[in-house]
């Protein structure tokens, strides 16, 4: 059975593969046949078109004498039927013309017959007959071909910017002459030209919108073999393929055949990106339509209209593109295609429904105009009155509108009247002006009851209430199903012309209530446009600045008819040409608010958009040259870049590496309170060893400004769980934190203000996580009341200015975020010690300003209290200044004020600070930069803070003493005026130099006199000094001595000697005494050690035992054990004595 199958494959495959070759085989015939075709049938066109050639080029020497012309028929009427014939030109009676052309003498009618040969509206299949008739009249007569060509140069002539009145006659019109001048009845250059120019303006001017595409690809394939040496792609490909030779046409020289071959390639490049663009247009509006499809569960009606409007339009461009490719055996260009699988994945919903793709690709009709959807669909979305009031009533409605409403004014504006001028009495105030009136009518008692009278005056009075537009559109339904009548309409128009001056928000719910009516009643639109025009003119001749409101008004009213298109936009820039031609106070104002409602309607709108940018340039001179109030020029400035906002180069977006994306998108975008621990994870997957990742991930944590201020504490934590990883990444953050927030204080712009901020809350959560020590807090808190702060108003420091606040701002930032953990301990004193500072800062910066701004006064005075609830507010600078020595005094550093001062540090400014790396700043540090500069630093040594809120363990630290100790390293900082060298330094220096000469003579005079001190063995000698344990051990036969170094002093220079000693010697015996005696003491002092170190770890266990039994109130955020320093040995001496010698 195997076997059975296995032959049978085998059969099936073989029956496969000859009907493959079959298939194969009837293709190549099938293609042989059609270049051979091809072939055939160019080389029988290109014979015939050159015997034709030859018989026009040669038709002066063949054509008959006068005497033929003689025997014809000249009749009149039969010439001009002839004549008549021509004119409605047919293919399939070419023959007949030519027979009725033979007998008859048309000599004098040539002229005519080429004008109706030009003027013929032919077909594409009238164009060969067309030529066998031209050949023959120019056969029989010599002025036919010069009276045709110049009637196509009246016809192909075109001036630039024309736009083409009939391009489908053209696309005839220019094959047609194309092929009589192949054909050799124009034997002129002018023909050549006239053709040439012809193609230039046809493509040089349509390389947007490619109107004349089917024109110049009709053009390509009848006429491009001849003029351009064109070839169809696929008739070449089958050439290659089969060796065969394809003819090619001789009528012009390869160069100039290569000119317009270069020239329709320029055309199709264009076409190309056209063909892109607008398919990158369908893939976008697809999309947005995908996407409100999910968010809104229905598309409308528009959109889908618009999308087969774009979809038939990009088809039929493709399809041309196609085919001209082919002509032109060109490459097609490459469109892109979406993945509709991921597409789900990358989509992004928002509240609206709209994303940011589809706002971007309504720039055109919804930015540009109305600003946002909302209000396009305020002013473009109308409720249907078909849903609510039957067919025949809008039929009779609109037959009543052709009855009984009554002719347009005079009073409409046209263009003419727009372009020309104003009549200046218009605008004059006569004195017999008045505000026109609204005419109350006479109620009918008859028709009226009084149940509708009270009916209407109810909804005339909640009309006021309608403010939004839900309540507008049911008010508007509503007067039509139950109120409307003749009277009511009246009314109604006279209650919305009479809308509260005070109540502008009315005014495009009133807009809208109106366009609602207007299908069904548009005479209430038109009677309110006529009064709002009459009362326009009316405010114009008013001159008083007391009605300016109802000339706003009115105004406003006008703009928002306007965007309804109730209001005409030629009355619209007439009333702002007649603001403008008087543009002074109130005309001011109401040009700016007509501008601020339709400006921007009206200038993107094509048909006022010229004569709107005309006016707004008006406007910008006349404010330019009139000495206008600051108020006016606002409004006015204000108006203008409403209307046309200036253009705004877009920022090139930085292109970084896929990683580096990714990387910002974690920390940026991603992280958030919820998901910390699976940002971790990912970071923790980084490569690590690769050194450009490391450093971009660390330089990502170190800018916590680039991300959202609420999540700079996530950051923190994020970093505090990646360091237990990458011990090495917590210090170049905290490095890179650190060096920021020195930039900004050195630097010192506005512009990095935000940054700042950032960065030093980033700070304070770093310390909440246990990244820094409290050292480095108060190290920054200081810095910032420090670093270049001058207290000599005279003599300003350009990195902290007498007006800059900012730095409070800094300080309170920090202390809100970690100050509350500085609560005990050695921490507590400190801060309140940094807070007495802070405060005669403040006061300073307070005392230099007229008024202190009240954010930041309330800001640093909620710091303070929240630290420190029960602490007294300094009122004054003096009082935190006396402060400040009070501390200086507590601490014994107030006799070191002075030693300092000099020419280089002048008093009133702030001295440098030292740092060092494992002490903490010492109080005296700072006071020097606020009550004068000191020498010393007072350092305290290394503490133990808990971290954990609500804990006060006060007994397990220790209490530090303050000491003075020497700076060991100054910071460069800006410290007053230069030094200005002067004559004064010189003797100085001068008699400096003489007192230090004589000094030192005098003291070479003195005799010298040996001190007993003990001296120390010197550091060269250390390493040959023995102990009596290799002594000892060494043979004793061999060495009895012991070697010694002696020290001799002779003038002023130490001498050492050697000399060896017995070793049972005094000297030997004290040396060995003494080693004894030091082994012992430090036996004794070990165990001592390990002692009170096991009585430290039991009572640390019983603590914990304590905190276990009772409920303990901690930071969770503190829970993650840092690395701790293990517990030194305490001070033996301290605690036991000096040991006895």
């Not at 007959?129 to 023959?136: D, Q, R």
């Not at 055996?329 to 295609?337: K, M, N, W």
Request: aromatic share 8%; proline share 4%.
């Amino acid at each position: 059975m195997l076997g059975d199958d296995t032959k049978e494959d085998v059969d099936q495959g073989v029956q496969n593969d000859q009907q493959d070759d079959d298939e194969n085989k009837d293709k190549e015939k099938e293609e042989k046949n059609i270049i051979e075709s091809y072939i055939k049938e160019t080389e029988e066109r290109l014979q015939k078109r050159n015997e034709l050639r030859n018989l026009n080029l040669n038709a002066q020497n063949t054509r008959p004498t006068e005497s033929y012309f003689s025997k014809l028929d000249s009749n009149l009427k039969k010439n001009t039927t002839f004549v008549k014939k021509i004119k409605n030109f047919s293919a399939s009676q070419v023959d007949t013309y030519i027979k009725d052309m033979n007998g008859l003498n048309l000599t004098k009618y040539i002229s005519e017959i080429a004008t109706a040969i030009v003027d013929a509206k032919l077909k594409m299949t009238d164009v060969p007959a067309a030529i066998k008739l031209c050949s023959t009249l120019h056969q029989i007569y010599a002025e036919f071909s010069q009276h045709l060509f110049e009637n196509w140069q009246k016809t192909l002539s075109f001036k630039s910017g024309e736009k083409i009145a009939n391009p489908s006659k053209l696309r005839v019109d220019l094959r047609f002459y194309a092929e009589l001048v192949s054909a050799g009845l124009f034997n002129n250059k002018n023909a050549f030209s006239l053709l040439g120019n012809v193609l230039t303006f046809l493509i040089n001017m349509d390389k947007e919108e490619h109107l004349n595409l089917n024109i110049i690809l009709s053009f390509c394939k009848h006429c491009g073999e001849d003029y351009a040496g064109l070839i169809p792609r696929k008739i070449r490909e089958l050439s290659e393929k089969y060796n065969l030779t394809t003819p090619r046409s001789t009528f012009l020289s390869p160069e100039k055949q290569q000119n317009v071959k270069v020239l329709l390639k320029d055309y199709y490049g264009s076409l190309s990106k056209h063909l892109i663009k607008d398919h990158n247009e369908v893939r976008q509006f697809e999309k947005q339509n995908k996407r409100i499809l999910h968010t809104k569960g229905e598309l409308s009606q528009e959109r889908k209209d618009k999308l087969d409007s774009l979809l038939v339009s990009f088809e039929k461009l493709s399809n041309s593109t196609q085919s001209l490719a082919e002509v032109l055996d060109e490459e097609l260009p490459i469109l892109q295609v979406d993945n509709h699988q991921n597409e789900d994945e990358h989509m992004v919903i928002t509240g609206t429904g709209i994303d940011a793709d589809e706002i971007a690709s309504k720039v055109a009709t919804i930015e540009n105009i109305w600003g946002d959807i909302e209000t396009q669909r305020f002013y473009c979305e109308l409720p249907e009155l078909q849903a609510f009031l039957p067919t025949s009533y809008l039929q009779k409605d609109k037959d009543k509108e052709k009855s009984d409403t009554p002719p347009p004014t005079g009073d409409t504006v046209t263009e003419e009247a727009l372009d020309s001028e104003i009549p200046a009495e218009e605008l004059e105030d006569d004195g017999k002006s008045e505000e026109p009136l609204i005419e109350e009518e006479v109620e009918d008692n008859s028709s009226i009851t009084v149940n509708n009278k009270i009916v209407l005056d109810a909804f005339l009075n909640n009309l006021p209430n309608c403010v939004n537009r839900e309540m507008i559109d049911n008010a508007a339904i509503d007067f039509l199903v139950t109120l409307n009548n003749k009277h009511n309409r009246r009314k109604l128009v006279r209650a919305l012309f009479g809308v509260n001056r005070t109540r502008l928000d009315l005014l495009p719910f009133y807009a809208r209530f109106v366009a609602i009516l207007y299908p069904a009643l548009p005479e209430v639109g038109n009677e309110l446009c006529q009064m709002l025009r009459q009362d326009f003119k009316y405010q114009v001749r008013k001159k008083d600045q007391i009605n300016i409101e109802s000339k706003i008004k009115v105004v406003r009213f006008i703009g928002e008819l306007v965007k309804f298109k109730l209001y005409s936009k030629l009355d619209a820039l007439y009333c702002l040409k007649v603001l403008l031609y008087d543009f002074s106070h109130h005309h001011i104002e109401m040009a700016c608010n007509l501008l601020e409602v339709c400006g921007r309607y009206l200038y993107c709108n094509p048909d006022s958009y010229q004569r709107t940018k005309v006016y707004l340039e008006q406007m910008m001179r006349k404010k330019a040259v009139m000495a206008l109030d600051s108020r006016y020029v606002t409004q006015i400035e204000n108006a203008y870049y409403y209307v046309n906002p200036p253009d705004v180069t877009p920022v090139a977006k930085k292109e970084r590496p896929v990683m580096h994306q990714f990387i910002r998108k974690l920390l940026y975008q991603d992280l958030q309170k919820n998901n910390i621990d699976k940002i971790l994870r990912l970071m923790r997957k980084l490569d690590w060893n690769n050194e450009d990742v490391s450093a971009y991930a660390v330089k990502c944590l170190t800018g916590a400004h680039n991300m959202k201020y609420y999540n700079i504490r996530c950051l923190a934590n994020l970093l505090s769980g990646l360091v237990a990883y990458q011990e090495e990444i917590g210090t170049r953050v905290v490095d890179g934190v650190l060096e920021d927030i020195r930039l900004g204080m050195e630097v010192n712009l506005p512009k990095f203000n935000q940054r700042r901020v950032a960065q030093v809350k980033y700070l304070g959560e770093l310390y909440n996580y246990r990244m820094v020590e409290s050292a480095d807090i108060f190290k920054v808190l200081y810095s910032l009341i420090t670093f270049g702060v001058t207290m000599d108003p005279n003599n300003p420091s350009p990195l902290d200015p007498t007006d800059h606040l900012f730095r409070i701002r800094l300080a309170c930032v920090l202390l809100e975020t970690c100050g509350t953990y500085f609560s005990s301990g050695n921490s507590k004193k400190r801060l309140d010690y940094y807070l007495v500072f802070l405060q005669a800062y403040y006061w300073f910066k307070k005392s230099m300003l007229e008024i202190m701004p009240p954010f930041l006064e309330h800001m640093f005075k909620e710091t303070l209290q929240t630290l420190r609830p029960k602490l007294k507010l300094f009122q004054s600078y003096e009082e935190a200044q006396v402060e400040v020595n009070n501390i200086r005094t507590t601490l014994g550093i107030e006799n070191l004020t002075s030693t300092m001062k000099d020419e280089n540090h002048p008093e009133g400014v702030l001295e440098n600070i030292t740092e060092t790396d494992n002490e903490d700043i010492g109080d005296d540090e700072i006071s020097e930069g606020l009550a004068g500069p000191v020498t010393d630093e007072t350092a305290t040594e290394d503490e133990t803070v808990d971290h954990t809120q609500g804990s006060d363990e006060e007994g397990s630290q220790y209490v530090s003493e303050f000491e003075q100790e020497t700076p060991s390293e100054n910071l460069a900082i800006p410290s007053g005026p230069k030094k200005v060298e002067c004559p004064e330094d010189e003797e100085f220096l001068n008699a400096l130099d003489k007192m230090v000469s004589e000094n030192i003579q005098e003291r070479l005079r003195e005799p010298v006199k040996a001190t007993n001190m003990d001296i120390s063995v010197p550091m060269m000698l250390k390493s040959n000094k023995k102990t009596f344990d290799p002594l000892q051990e060494s043979n004793e036969n061999e060495q009895k001595t012991m070697g010694f170094v002696l020290m001799l002093r002779k003038g002023n220079k130490q001498q050492y000697k050697t000399f060896e000693a017995d070793i049972n010697s005094e000297l030997a015996q004290n040396l060995r005494d003494q080693e004894v005696a030091q082994r012992e003491e430090k036996e004794r002092v070990k165990q001592l050690t390990l002692n009170i170190t096991e009585r430290f770890e039991e009572e640390d266990y019983q603590e914990m035992l304590q905190q276990q039994n009772k409920p303990s109130m901690q930071n969770l955020n503190r829970e993650r054990k840092k690395y701790q320093h293990p517990k030194g040995a305490p001070d033996a001496d301290l605690i036991f004595g000096k040991k006895l010698r």
